[in-house]
């Protein structure tokens, strides 16, 4: 048998050897296999071209027949089809595969040039083959939901893909971009009232200006994070597990006085998992301002006790009590009170200690006395040393969302004054605090005269009018040479003036020299070293600032008497002589004339 092939308008040519027919060849079909060279040896071949083929059988005698053409052509075929490259875009889950995606079949678009229509396109996932036919150059593959969903989250994945021509040229492998399994999805934190930037209530002045919620997710870092409030979304992008989201003003404004709000929060994470959507707890709009009120009345106190005086701020004041009025409304408890002062005209004020709570109690009762020890705190403070300054007080009140209202200054000035008034000198070019203004030359028992004591501020005592025996309201207490610290009681009663032609005011005493002043060395000199009264009565300004007292330290402590000067020199001082001149004998009388 000879085998003869032609192409085109060729002429048949053999192709290959002779092959003998042998015995099992009888009655049968023989193949005959042509060696690739003589194939591409035929006259015309060349890629695309149509081989025909026919044989010619020959006896042993020698004669032949050649055989009618066979049905069967070969298209000369050796070009390998193309599978393009293929990536994330090219699956239908993308760069990730997520929770959702992994539940459900997902499908993978190839791309070939040079397999026709009908060939199969296999992907290869997880070690597990998937098949789609070729129809206009593409074949898309679905990828079964158990081979999704058995892939083990957290790792990447890439996949093959494979397809071979109708002449059975295979395409070279192509080998796609990874992909990532992420099937868990992201998680948002609890969102408290701590989250929003006006807390458990939104007040009047906080619908003026924008607000935030800050919401913490973790898993979803450069994702937008969606807050849904009254029916308005706002987003913000998530950084570091936190979002800050903004809400404007007039979003703010819009919602109804009195009603309480929550707000949803939802995200996806980079590979499309949904956060279980967090609904936040609740908050309340109250823009409503609390009533208004005027301060009530303010009292100093102290802690050493006693010795306040209405009005005044003295040198023994360590607090202040603070009448505020509270109106029977609810949205006050746990609210504050602020309070206010001013050092200045009842302008620049300034606040008073931190914030008072307001109870339900107080709420109950209508009224807080707030107690504060800070009021010498405040910028501007006058030093004790200081001339009276007045102060002036007000308050504000915070209901507990944080509406304010300012009170009405209180109608209680108090003033400043914690100077004690200090004994200065009787007369001009002098240091004398006490100063016998009538009293000249030696004194004997029985002279009576004036011992004038004065301070550089108005002073007063509590009895008026005063006692007109003994004992009296007030002694003063004179040191003579015999008796170390007589309390002497026999002065009239003490006289209080005002001496227009000195500042401040003094006290009078008159005072009866009797025979324990007089002194068996000359001369004797009276000294002042207390001024006490009887009682609880003490010598003071009128802001309630105990006066220095002659021969006491600030403390009240006794310290070195002082002498009483005289009117006579400026080193005169008050001298008793009561001793007689010694005995004698009148001598000789003798008559002139």
Known sequence: ????????????ADIGSIQTIVSGDLGTDKEITVAEAAVE???????????????????????????????????????????????PTEFSWGTYLNAAEAGSSGTVAI?????????????????????????????????????????????????????????????????????TVDKTPPTISAITT??????????????????????????????????????QSYTATVSSNTASVTIHDTELQALTNGNSYTLTADVNDVAGNSAAQVTSSSFTVDTTSPASFTTGTVTATSAYGGNQVSGYWN??????????????????????????????????????????????????????????TAFEGLTSFPAETSSSTNAYFTAIIADVAGNATTGAESSTIIAIDQKR???????????????????????????????????????????????????YDMNLQLNTFNSSAPVLGNYT????FDDDAVSGKGIIFRYTVVSEDNDAFNPNYLSVTDISMNSTQNIKDAAGNFAEIPGRDASGTTISSILVRSSTGTSGTVEVDATAPAAFTVGTVVADG
């Open 1 to 12: 048998v000879q085998i003869q092939a032609k192409i085109g308008a060729n002429s048949f």
């Open 41 to 87: 040896a035929i006259t015309g071949y060349a890629e695309g071209a149509t081989m025909v083929f026919t044989a010619i059988i020959r006896d042993q005698a020698g004669n032949t027949t050649t055989g009618t053409q066979s049905g069967d052509t070969i298209l000369v075929d050796t070009t390998l089809p193309t599978i393009s490259n293929f990536g």
């Open 111 to 179: 791309t070939t040039s040079g397999a026709e229509d009908g060939q199969t396109v296999t992907i290869t996932l997880n070690s597990v083959d998937y098949t789609a036919s070729v129809a206009s150059n593409s074949a898309s593959v679905t990828i079964a939901q158990a081979g999704l969903g058995n892939l083990t989250d957290g790792n990447s994945y890439t996949l093959t893909a494979d397809v071979s021509d109708a002449a059975g040229n295979p395409a070279a492998q192509v080998t796609s971009d990874s992909f």
């Open 194 to 231: 701590s989250a929003f930037s006006w807390g458990e209530y939104l007040n009047a002045t906080e619908t003026q200006s924008d607000g935030t919620v800050t919401v913490t997710a973790s898993g979803a870092e450069g994702q937008t994070l969606t807050v849904v409030l009254n029916s």
């Open 315 to 372: 040198m023994y004041s360590t607090g202040l009590n603070i009448v505020i009025p509270i109106a029977n409304d609810s949205t006050l408890e746990n609210g504050t009170i602020q309070l206010r002062a001013s050092l200045v005209n009842n302008t620049s004020y300034q606040n008073l200690d931190n914030t008072f709570t307001i109870t339900a109690a107080d709420i109950t009762a209508g009224t807080k006395t707030v107690q504060t």
């Open 421 to 471: 008034p200090e004994l200065v000198a009787q007369n001009s070019g002098t240091s004398w605090p006490c100063y016998a203004g009538t009293a000249t030359g030696l004194l004997n028992i029985g002279d009576a005269f004036d011992i004038t004591v004065r301070w550089d501020k108005d002073i007063i005592y509590d009895i008026d009018p005063p006692a007109s025996t003994a004992p």
């Open 493 to 496: 009663p003490a006289i209080v």
